[in-house]
Protein backbone atom coordinates (compact mmCIF):
# COMPACT_ATOMS: atom_id res chain seq x y z
CA UNK A 1 0.00 0.00 0.00
CA UNK A 2 1.13 3.26 -1.27
CA UNK A 3 2.27 5.88 1.43
CA UNK A 4 0.01 8.00 2.77
CA UNK A 5 1.26 11.11 2.95
CA UNK A 6 2.15 10.65 -0.50
CA UNK A 7 -1.62 9.62 -1.20
CA UNK A 8 -2.70 12.87 0.53
CA UNK A 9 -0.28 15.48 -0.90
CA UNK A 10 -0.88 13.58 -4.09
CA UNK A 11 -4.25 14.28 -4.45
CA UNK A 12 -4.23 17.59 -3.01
CA UNK A 13 -2.32 19.32 -5.49
CA UNK A 14 -4.05 22.39 -6.35
CA UNK A 15 -2.52 23.55 -9.30
CA UNK A 16 -2.80 20.77 -11.70
CA UNK A 17 -6.09 19.85 -13.36
CA UNK A 18 -7.76 16.87 -11.99
CA UNK A 19 -8.59 15.44 -15.30
CA UNK A 20 -4.87 15.41 -16.46
CA UNK A 21 -3.39 13.99 -13.49
CA UNK A 22 -6.50 11.18 -13.75
CA UNK A 23 -5.02 10.46 -17.63
CA UNK A 24 -2.07 9.75 -16.74
CA UNK A 25 -1.93 7.71 -13.90
CA UNK A 26 -4.74 5.58 -15.84
CA UNK A 27 -2.69 4.93 -18.62
CA UNK A 28 0.82 4.64 -15.77
CA UNK A 29 -0.87 1.64 -13.95
CA UNK A 30 -2.92 -0.04 -17.19
CA UNK A 31 -1.33 0.64 -20.58
CA UNK A 32 -3.70 -1.31 -22.09
CA UNK A 33 -5.92 1.48 -22.18
CA UNK A 34 -3.66 3.85 -23.86
CA UNK A 35 -5.36 3.65 -27.29
CA UNK A 36 -8.83 4.28 -25.73
CA UNK A 37 -7.23 7.70 -24.27
CA UNK A 38 -5.80 8.61 -27.82
CA UNK A 39 -8.71 7.86 -29.62
CA UNK A 40 -10.18 11.24 -27.49
CA UNK A 41 -7.14 13.23 -26.54
CA UNK A 42 -3.47 13.74 -27.22
CA UNK A 43 -0.65 15.50 -25.66
CA UNK A 44 -1.83 19.30 -26.80
CA UNK A 45 -5.08 18.71 -24.40
CA UNK A 46 -2.41 18.63 -21.46
CA UNK A 47 -2.78 22.43 -20.41
CA UNK A 48 0.06 22.05 -17.35
CA UNK A 49 3.81 22.19 -18.09
CA UNK A 50 5.01 19.29 -16.83
CA UNK A 51 1.69 17.25 -17.17
CA UNK A 52 2.46 17.98 -21.28
CA UNK A 53 5.26 16.92 -21.15
CA UNK A 54 5.11 13.70 -19.94
CA UNK A 55 1.90 13.40 -21.85
CA UNK A 56 4.10 13.52 -24.60
CA UNK A 57 6.30 10.71 -24.17
CA UNK A 58 3.63 8.46 -22.71
CA UNK A 59 1.78 9.18 -25.84
CA UNK A 60 5.39 8.10 -28.13
CA UNK A 61 5.70 5.20 -25.97
CA UNK A 62 2.02 4.22 -26.19
CA UNK A 63 1.80 4.73 -29.99
CA UNK A 64 5.07 2.04 -30.27
CA UNK A 65 3.51 -0.08 -27.81
CA UNK A 66 6.07 0.46 -25.07
CA UNK A 67 4.35 2.25 -22.85
CA UNK A 68 6.56 1.24 -19.71
CA UNK A 69 7.44 3.37 -16.41
CA UNK A 70 10.70 2.06 -16.81
CA UNK A 71 10.74 3.22 -20.29
CA UNK A 72 9.32 6.59 -19.00
CA UNK A 73 12.10 6.96 -16.14
CA UNK A 74 14.91 6.28 -18.60
CA UNK A 75 13.73 9.45 -20.64
CA UNK A 76 16.32 12.33 -20.30
CA UNK A 77 13.74 15.00 -20.07
CA UNK A 78 11.70 13.72 -17.40
CA UNK A 79 14.49 13.36 -15.16
CA UNK A 80 13.26 16.20 -13.15
CA UNK A 81 9.86 14.81 -12.95
CA UNK A 82 10.87 11.33 -11.89
CA UNK A 83 8.86 11.96 -8.64
CA UNK A 84 5.67 12.98 -10.23
CA UNK A 85 5.66 9.52 -12.26
CA UNK A 86 6.57 7.64 -9.07
CA UNK A 87 3.80 9.65 -7.48
CA UNK A 88 0.79 9.23 -10.05
CA UNK A 89 1.19 5.44 -10.79
CA UNK A 90 1.24 5.23 -7.02
CA UNK A 91 -1.96 6.58 -5.91
CA UNK A 92 -3.15 5.15 -9.51
CA UNK A 93 -2.86 1.90 -7.94
CA UNK A 94 -3.84 2.39 -5.00
CA UNK A 95 -7.32 4.12 -6.40
CA UNK A 96 -7.63 0.88 -9.25
CA UNK A 97 -11.07 1.65 -11.10
CA UNK A 98 -9.24 2.36 -14.30
CA UNK A 99 -11.96 1.97 -16.77
CA UNK A 100 -14.31 3.79 -15.03
CA UNK A 101 -11.69 7.08 -14.35
CA UNK A 102 -10.13 7.35 -17.76
CA UNK A 103 -14.10 7.58 -19.05
CA UNK A 104 -14.86 10.85 -16.38
CA UNK A 105 -11.36 11.99 -17.16
CA UNK A 106 -11.70 11.98 -21.25
CA UNK A 107 -15.20 13.78 -20.29
CA UNK A 108 -13.23 16.17 -18.98
CA UNK A 109 -10.98 17.02 -21.60
CA UNK A 110 -14.01 16.80 -24.13
CA UNK A 111 -15.92 19.25 -22.42
CA UNK A 112 -13.20 21.68 -22.26
CA UNK A 113 -12.28 21.24 -25.79
CA UNK A 114 -16.19 22.04 -26.45
CA UNK A 115 -17.46 24.71 -24.13
CA UNK A 116 -14.32 26.56 -23.14
CA UNK A 117 -15.73 29.95 -24.37
CA UNK A 118 -18.48 29.20 -21.81
CA UNK A 119 -16.20 27.67 -18.83
CA UNK A 120 -14.29 30.77 -18.98
CA UNK A 121 -17.52 33.22 -19.09
CA UNK A 122 -18.80 31.02 -16.19
CA UNK A 123 -15.51 31.45 -14.51
CA UNK A 124 -14.91 34.99 -15.00
CA UNK A 125 -17.98 35.92 -12.95
CA UNK A 126 -16.80 34.22 -10.00
CA UNK A 127 -20.40 33.98 -7.93
CA UNK A 128 -21.98 30.67 -6.81
CA UNK A 129 -24.85 31.06 -9.44
CA UNK A 130 -21.94 31.07 -12.06
CA UNK A 131 -20.23 28.04 -10.44
CA UNK A 132 -23.49 26.35 -10.10
CA UNK A 133 -24.35 26.82 -13.75
CA UNK A 134 -20.55 25.40 -14.82
CA UNK A 135 -21.18 22.15 -12.95
CA UNK A 136 -24.68 21.58 -14.66
CA UNK A 137 -23.56 22.23 -17.76
CA UNK A 138 -20.99 19.24 -17.46
CA UNK A 139 -23.23 16.65 -15.69
CA UNK A 140 -25.38 17.42 -18.80
CA UNK A 141 -22.65 16.92 -21.04
CA UNK A 142 -21.20 13.85 -18.79
CA UNK A 143 -24.29 12.11 -19.35
CA UNK A 144 -24.74 12.95 -23.03
CA UNK A 145 -21.30 11.03 -23.55
CA UNK A 146 -21.88 7.87 -21.24
CA UNK A 147 -25.33 7.76 -23.53
CA UNK A 148 -27.60 5.49 -21.06
CA UNK A 149 -30.53 7.54 -20.74
CA UNK A 150 -29.67 8.67 -17.48
CA UNK A 151 -31.50 10.94 -15.08
CA UNK A 152 -30.46 12.88 -11.86
CA UNK A 153 -31.22 10.59 -9.85
CA UNK A 154 -28.09 9.49 -11.27
CA UNK A 155 -25.76 11.57 -9.79
CA UNK A 156 -25.82 10.15 -6.25
CA UNK A 157 -22.96 9.98 -4.48
CA UNK A 158 -21.46 7.75 -2.18
CA UNK A 159 -19.34 9.31 0.66
CA UNK A 160 -17.28 7.17 2.69
CA UNK A 161 -15.75 7.93 5.23
CA UNK A 162 -13.67 6.47 8.82
CA UNK A 163 -16.20 6.05 12.21
CA UNK A 164 -15.31 3.42 14.82
CA UNK A 165 -12.93 4.30 17.43
CA UNK A 166 -12.55 3.81 20.88
CA UNK A 167 -11.99 7.61 21.93
CA UNK A 168 -15.41 8.93 21.57
CA UNK A 169 -13.95 12.25 21.05
CA UNK A 170 -12.37 11.01 17.72
CA UNK A 171 -15.74 9.55 16.74
CA UNK A 172 -17.18 13.15 17.32
CA UNK A 173 -14.76 14.90 14.69
CA UNK A 174 -15.04 12.06 12.16
CA UNK A 175 -18.81 12.69 12.22
CA UNK A 176 -18.37 16.03 12.20
CA UNK A 177 -15.94 15.74 9.25
CA UNK A 178 -18.50 13.51 7.22
CA UNK A 179 -21.15 16.15 7.93
CA UNK A 180 -18.64 19.15 6.67
CA UNK A 181 -17.92 16.91 3.70
CA UNK A 182 -21.18 16.53 2.82
CA UNK A 183 -22.15 20.18 2.53
CA UNK A 184 -19.17 21.04 0.23
CA UNK A 185 -20.29 18.19 -2.23
CA UNK A 186 -23.80 19.37 -1.84
CA UNK A 187 -22.88 23.04 -2.87
CA UNK A 188 -21.25 21.41 -6.01
CA UNK A 189 -24.92 20.24 -6.88
CA UNK A 190 -24.05 16.45 -5.82
CA UNK A 191 -26.39 14.40 -3.73
CA UNK A 192 -25.39 12.96 -1.21
CA UNK A 193 -25.25 9.64 1.20
CA UNK A 194 -23.24 9.48 4.23
CA UNK A 195 -23.82 5.94 6.03
CA UNK A 196 -21.88 7.85 8.99
CA UNK A 197 -24.53 10.64 9.25
CA UNK A 198 -27.12 8.16 8.12
CA UNK A 199 -26.34 5.99 11.03
CA UNK A 200 -25.52 8.81 13.72
CA UNK A 201 -28.91 8.88 15.26
CA UNK A 202 -29.73 5.49 15.85
CA UNK A 203 -26.01 5.93 18.17
CA UNK A 204 -26.93 8.68 19.77
CA UNK A 205 -30.53 6.73 20.64
CA UNK A 206 -28.60 3.66 22.04
CA UNK A 207 -30.10 1.51 19.14
CA UNK A 208 -26.88 0.55 17.71
CA UNK A 209 -26.78 -2.01 19.90
CA UNK A 210 -29.79 -3.50 17.68
CA UNK A 211 -27.73 -2.38 14.22
CA UNK A 212 -24.69 -4.31 15.59
CA UNK A 213 -26.98 -7.57 16.27
CA UNK A 214 -28.01 -8.09 12.52
CA UNK A 215 -24.30 -8.48 11.72
CA UNK A 216 -22.11 -7.78 8.60
CA UNK A 217 -23.81 -9.48 6.54
CA UNK A 218 -26.90 -7.16 6.97
CA UNK A 219 -24.62 -3.78 6.60
CA UNK A 220 -22.92 -5.77 3.49
CA UNK A 221 -26.88 -5.81 2.22
CA UNK A 222 -27.65 -2.34 3.04
CA UNK A 223 -24.31 -0.75 1.42
CA UNK A 224 -24.45 -2.80 -1.98
CA UNK A 225 -28.37 -1.74 -2.24
CA UNK A 226 -27.09 2.11 -1.63
CA UNK A 227 -24.22 1.71 -4.01
CA UNK A 228 -25.82 0.17 -6.26
CA UNK A 229 -27.87 3.46 -6.45
CA UNK A 230 -24.86 5.58 -6.42
CA UNK A 231 -23.31 7.17 -9.62
CA UNK A 232 -19.86 7.40 -7.87
CA UNK A 233 -17.77 7.46 -4.39
CA UNK A 234 -16.11 9.77 -2.87
CA UNK A 235 -13.40 8.44 0.01
CA UNK A 236 -12.70 11.38 2.54
CA UNK A 237 -9.52 10.78 3.24
CA UNK A 238 -9.75 11.52 7.38
CA UNK A 239 -7.02 10.34 10.05
CA UNK A 240 -7.09 6.70 9.84
CA UNK A 241 -8.95 6.24 6.75
CA UNK A 242 -6.52 3.73 5.13
CA UNK A 243 -6.51 1.81 8.28
CA UNK A 244 -10.36 1.32 8.36
CA UNK A 245 -12.47 -2.16 8.01
CA UNK A 246 -15.81 -0.48 7.72
CA UNK A 247 -14.11 2.24 5.02
CA UNK A 248 -11.91 -0.63 3.15
CA UNK A 249 -15.46 -2.98 3.06
CA UNK A 250 -17.59 0.13 1.52
CA UNK A 251 -14.37 0.40 -1.45
CA UNK A 252 -14.28 -2.99 -2.06
CA UNK A 253 -17.98 -3.63 -3.19
CA UNK A 254 -17.49 -0.17 -4.66
CA UNK A 255 -15.05 -1.41 -6.39
CA UNK A 256 -16.77 -4.66 -7.56
CA UNK A 257 -19.68 -2.52 -8.63
CA UNK A 258 -17.15 -1.14 -10.79
CA UNK A 259 -17.79 2.92 -9.53
CA UNK A 260 -15.82 5.79 -9.96
CA UNK A 261 -13.76 6.91 -6.76
CA UNK A 262 -12.03 10.00 -6.04
CA UNK A 263 -9.95 9.78 -2.72
CA UNK A 264 -9.79 13.72 -1.30
CA UNK A 265 -8.35 15.42 1.13
CA UNK A 266 -11.31 17.18 3.89
CA UNK A 267 -9.34 20.75 4.03
CA UNK A 268 -9.30 20.99 0.32
CA UNK A 269 -12.97 19.72 -0.36
CA UNK A 270 -13.98 22.49 1.27
CA UNK A 271 -12.22 24.59 -1.21
CA UNK A 272 -13.10 22.66 -4.25
CA UNK A 273 -14.82 23.65 -7.53
CA UNK A 274 -14.72 21.38 -10.45
CA UNK A 275 -11.60 21.55 -12.14
CA UNK A 276 -11.47 22.34 -16.25
Known sequence: MPNTQMIEDATTTTNIPLAERNVLEVL???????HTAAEYIGPGDFTHPALQVIARHVWRLGSAGYLHMAELLAVEELADHGALLVDMAAVGKHRGNYGPTLTGAINHFVFRREHGGEIDALRAAGD?????????LFRHHDRDVRGA???????LVYLISPFSDLDPAVRQVRYEGACAAAAALSRNGDIVY???????PYRQSGQLTYLRALGFPFRDRLDRAILGACSSVVVLMLDGWDSNCEVQAELAVARELGLPIRHTDPAELQREVIEF
Open 28 to 34: LCEPQLF
Open 128 to 136: DDSLRKLTE
Open 149 to 155: GKTSSDS
Open 194 to 200: SPIIESY
